[in-house]
T-cell receptor
Framework: RKEVEQDPGPFNVPEGATVAFNCTYS??????FFWYRQDCRKEPKLLMS???SGNEDGRFTAQLNRASQYISLLIRDSKLSDSATYLC????????FGAGTTVTVRA | ETGVTQSPTHLIKTRGQQVTLRCSSQ?????VSWYQQALGQGPQFIFQ???????GRGNFPPRFSGLQFPNYSSELNVNALELDDSALYLC?????????????FGPGTRLTVT
């Protein structure tokens, strides 16, 4: 079983829509989780950390469900600039990445 | 910009050759991690260097080796290149070797093996 698994998508949504996707992780002892964003042929950039209580950063909401070992990301009021690949990451001193979920926001 | 730099940007090598990739960490960071990202995949952890010592290794063969220098810059060396080594190689620097600190990525080196 892979350490981190994500729905690859792609999710193709109109501007203004809400899109949500999950990832699952295999190590129940993992403590630190992130969402990274990666634009085509660029390096990954930290989007947000994921806290146990859930957290929001503007239009982005991250949730953690430890019992089921999954992490979710919700994007509200999608913008064209949100088009990217979103990488789910578990940090156990090394970062374990999922393969990414591709989101395309269309005008 | 993260302050992490990598060189070269692009590289084309032939199967069987050797390659050295370089990474300069962000000022004040003593930890560098290296990742390999194949097309359509997420980055895969190769190894991490903390204060010039290897501090963990992923599932990569010994022909992948590294160094960290006193100024905390780092090199990734790959011997006997194979076609499957074609990928984006990313380095990331962080303040410490623990999981508590954010890792900042450089722009990557795109290696093509023919």
């Amino acid at each position: 079983r892979k350490e981190v698994e994500q729905d690859p998508g792609p999710f193709n949504v109109p501007e203004g829509a809400t899109v949500a996707f999950n990832c699952t992780y295999s190590n129940s002892a993992s403590q630190s989780f992130f969402w990274y964003r990666q634009d085509c042929r660029k390096e990954p950039k930290l989007l947000m950390s994921v806290y146990s209580s859930g957290n929001e950063d503007g239009r982005f909401t991250a949730q953690l469900n430890r019992a089921s070992q999954y992490i979710s990301l919700l994007i509200r009021d999608s913008k064209l600039s949100d088009s990217a690949t979103y990488l789910c990451v578990v940090n156990d001193y090394k970062l374990s990445f999922g393969a990414g979920t591709t989101v395309t926001v269309r005008a | 910009e993260t302050g992490v730099t990598q060189s070269p940007t692009h590289l084309i090598k032939t199967r069987g050759q050797q390659v050295t990739l370089r990474c300069s960490s962000q000022s004040g960071h003593n930890t560098v991690s290296w990742y390999q990202q194949a097309l359509g995949q997420g980055p895969q952890f190769i190894f991490q260097y903390y204060r010039e010592e290897e501090n963990g290794r992923g599932n990569f063969p010994p022909r992948f080796s590294g160094l960290q220098f006193p100024n905390y810059s780092s090199e990734l060396n790959v011997n006997a290149l194979e076609l499957d080594d074609s990928a984006l190689y990313l380095c990331a620097s962080s303040l410490d070797g623990s999981s508590s600190y954010e890792q900042y990525f450089g722009p990557g080196t795109r290696l093509t093996v023919t």
